[in-house]
């Protein structure tokens, strides 16, 4: 994709692409821990053994990170013909921008979901979560265009810092 034929992705789309997400990793995620302990929770205590947190808190994200690394998208962002992209570059996202913007998504919930809801007001539709790992969600065609400053990165200490 040229940067010109690109569109930042919005609010809504956004929340219709993290639905697709959360049943794929549901129809993963239940089944497993069925498996594994024979009953979906356990009341009084938040996770039930090694297993639970594994399946239910480190598979997701090492499979979240996964695709945000090698396909710049997850399965629902695939969906809507989005992807995550470094916002300065436009290239796919580092390991460690991915790794930011995962831990990134614990701190937009934090405030009553806030870091989420932030898209839909920002300029360039970036969560707290993106701004953290300087990323962006992208799309072809559209009314407002992406334009990628790519002389500057963020990962180059040679260079200003933008704050």
Known sequence: MQQNDLEYVGF???????????????AIMLPLTYAVYGRLSDPGRTFMGVGDMFINLLLPAAAVIA???????TPGKMALSARIVDADT?????????VIRYVGYFVSMIPLGVGFIWVAFDRRKQGWHDKMANSVVVR???VELVKFNSKSDWRNPAQEPRF
């Not at 809504?12 to 549901?26: E, K, N, T």
């Open 12 to 26: 809504w789309p956004r929340v219709g692409a993290s639905v697709i997400d959360m049943l794929l990793q549901l």
């Open 67 to 73: 695709f945000w690394v090698y396909k710049s998208a």
């Open 90 to 98: 436009g290239a796919p996202l580092t390991t460690m921008q991915s």
């Open 140 to 142: 072809p065609g559209g």
